[in-house]
């Protein structure tokens, strides 16, 4: 998953580049774009990228509005991006547990519009195979949205989702790439923690204790103090290019 930092740091001799790009982030609800990959958008705003986040649901009409009127969810929204450096955050206003009432088509455009305006270099989205019908849906949706003729995508990934990928039945997510959020994980954790109505309380998948140690278990997997895991959805290398 290096692609688009492809280059040569001649002192340490790792694979790096200064050149900037620009990234998407599409997610069904706010705070999973955090719980999929904060740490890795810190990295790219860290490195000089241009990070756009996309939030296809409002999550508040269903969730909060019997119970709790004081829930301000862009409120929390946009103090979690500012936790990270991410100035653009936009949200399509759809129902939250609605997307199956309309056809996708109406999920699709704005999706289409946005990627056409921004024209990301690298996507990342929800996974298909959460437990989350908003997220399978989403999905679909962003297949459609980042097919193969948008020549300016270099590289597609799916991340998982605390509480939704893990619960999902058969457990599908069977991740090929690994990206070291050690310098990161306490952005990450920072900007979850702006989604105050949003945390739990521990063994629950999205507390911050759980958030750590997933990060911490995740690296683990590829000898990294904490990371993000993600499966590639594709990766095109243009021009003549090899991939990094």
């Not at 995740?218 to 499966?231: D, H, I, K, P």
Request: charged share 25%; glycine share 6%.
């Amino acid at each position: 998953m290096t692609s688009w930092f492809a280059g040569v740091d001649r002192k340490e001799g790792r694979v790096t580049t200064n050149e900037p790009c620009g990234v998407l982030v599409i997610a069904a609800h706010p705070d999973d774009e955090i719980l999929g990959c904060g740490g890795t958008i810190a990295l790219h705003v860290a490195r000089g990228d241009i990070v756009h986040v996309m939030i296809a649901c409002e999550s508040e009409s269903l969730r909060y509005s019997s119970r709790d009127q004081n829930v301000d969810m862009d409120r929390q929204m946009r103090q979690a991006a500012r936790a990270l450096g991410v100035d653009d955050v936009r949200q399509l206003g759809f129902p939250d547990q609605r997307l199956d009432t309309m056809p996708l088509i109406d999920l699709i455009a704005p999706l289409e519009h946005a990627i056409r305006e921004i024209r990301p270099s690298v996507v990342y989205c929800q996974y298909g195979g959460d437990l989350n019908r908003d997220h399978q849906l989403l999905f679909k949706a962003a297949l459609v949205a980042v097919r193969p003729m948008e020549e300016f995508i270099d590289a597609i990934f799916a991340f998982e989702t605390l509480s939704s990928t893990e619960w999902a039945y058969p457990r599908t997510f069977a991740p090929d790439s690994w990206v070291d959020i050690t310098d990161t994980l306490e952005s990450k954790l920072a900007a979850m923690s702006c989604y105050r109505s949003e945390l739990r309380e521990y063994p629950h998948p999205r507390s911050l204790k759980a958030i750590r140690s997933k990060a911490e278990a995740t690296g683990t997997q590829c000898c990294l103090a904490a990371a993000e895991a993600f499966m590639t959805v594709r990766r095109v290398s243009r021009d003549g290019r090899l991939p990094a």
